[in-house]
């Protein structure tokens, strides 16, 4: 099993459309979770951290179940500009070093 | 706003050769991070750097690869005889002192190995 796992994708879906991400990581230990962005061929920049109470900010929505190793992200009313990769990340710490372990991402196209 | 910054943007070399990634990290920030994602594929963690020293190596980074911080600016990731698989995008990051900090992401530099 992959130690993170994501919708394939791609997604296309009209201006204004919600679109929601699913995402299961395989390790229990997992701490921190993450949604990052990624544009293309650009650096992968923080979206929104994941907490179990779930948490919004604006358009976005993000959820999380640690009994099913389960993470999501909504986004509402779709912009043009919100068009890129949508990567589902997960921080494993062990004895106080951590990494980042991503997935490979769901790429997503805004159709006007 | 403070950020990762890395140098060059792009680097093409002979296979063979031996190359330096060089990346700035955040003034304060006490870890550093370097990753790499070959085209078309997933963002992989190679390597951890904390207090000096590496803490952390996935086992992509093998005897090849070494890691240096060596004026208390820079951070830079040395690939001693670079291969063809070795083309990729490598991105520095680095993170302040609190556990729940975010890693910031460098631009990235895109090796072409020949």
């Known amino acids: 099993r992959k130690e993170v796992e994501q919708d394939p994708g791609p997604f296309n879906v009209p201006e204004g459309a919600t679109v929601a991400f699913n995402c299961t990581y395989s390790?229990?230990?997992?701490?921190?979770f993450f949604w990052y962005r990624q544009d293309c061929r650009k650096e992968p920049k923080l979206l929104m951290s994941v907490y179990s109470s779930g948490n919004e900010d604006g358009r976005f929505t993000a959820q999380l179940n640690r009994a099913s190793q389960y993470i999501s992200l909504l986004i509402r009313d779709s912009k043009l500009s919100d068009s890129a990769t949508y990567l589902c990340v997960v921080n494993t710490p062990n004895f106080g070093n951590e990494k980042l372990t991503f997935g490979t991402g769901t790429r997503l196209t805004i159709i006007p | 706003e403070p950020e990762v910054t890395q140098t060059p943007s792009h680097q093409v070399t002979q296979m063979g050769q031996e190359v330096i990634l060089r990346c700035v990290p955040i003034s304060n920030h006490l870890y550093f991070y370097w990753y790499r994602q070959i085209l078309g594929q997933k963002v992989e963690f190679l390597v951890s750097?904390?207090?000096?020293?590496?803490?952390?190596k996935s086992e992509i980074f093998d005897d090849q690869f070494s890691v240096e911080r060596p004026d208390g600016s820079n951070f830079t990731l040395k690939i001693r005889s670079t291969k063809l698989e070795d083309s990729a995008m490598y991105f520095c990051?680095?993170?302040?002192?609190?556990?729940?900090?975010?890693?910031?992401f460098g631009p990235g530099t895109r090796l072409t190995v020949l």
């Open positions: 750097f904390y207090n000096n020293e590496i803490s952390e």
């Open positions: 990051a680095s993170k302040g002192g609190d556990s729940y900090n975010e890693q910031f």
């Open positions: 390790n229990s230990a997992s701490q921190s």
